[in-house]
């Protein structure tokens, strides 16, 4: 499970992140919900309320995020740090806190928290373990 990437020339290089689905801390559909506005505002789409969590082989940092959503616009701690990608063919986020970004939260660099408007398990039938690709542009 290495970062690939792959030439596109129309839209550049695209990483592709393969991970496997783990259980999460149980906690995102509260801060999901403080930061739906923020997502409805900036991409025009409604957040399913949590997140899709996978464990990397390697470890994934957002050098360049495409949105940084400060803590007193969400009523939040810390910031978050948002970088667009694709699963499954859709359009989702990776979402993971200041924290979490510089190896000091409740997740390691090699968990990756995900975001969009479905509830992947449930859409695509998955399960702890399995193995899914991300694509970053």
């Given amino acids: 499970m290495l970062n690939l990437y792959i030439r596109n020339k129309n839209e550049g ?3 592709i992140l393969e991970g496997k689905v783990k259980a ?14 923020i997502f409805c505002n900036t991409y025009n789409i409604k957040l399913f309320s949590g997140t899709l969590n996978l464990e990397l082989k390697e ?14 616009e969400y009523g939040g701690t810390e910031k978050l740090f948002i970088k667009k990608c694709i699963v499954y063919n859709r ?9 979490n970004q510089s190896s000091c ?33």
């Avoid at 359009?91 to 924290?99: D, F, G, N, P, S």
Wanted: proline fraction near 1%.
């Fill in 13 to 15: 290089d695209i990483m």
């Fill in 105 to 137: 939260g409740d997740h390691s660099l090699n968990i990756i928290e995900v975001v969009s408007d479905i509830k992947f398990r449930e859409k695509y039938n998955l399960l702890d373990d399995q193995k899914i690709k991300i694509e970053i542009n």
């Fill in 59 to 72: 470890e994934y940092k957002i050098n360049e995020p495409d949105l940084i959503i400060e803590a007193k």
């Fill in 91 to 99: 359009q989702a986020y990776i979402i993971r806190t200041e924290k």
């Fill in 24 to 37: 999460g801390l149980g906690e995102a559909a509260f801060w999901v919900k403080k930061i739906e506005n």
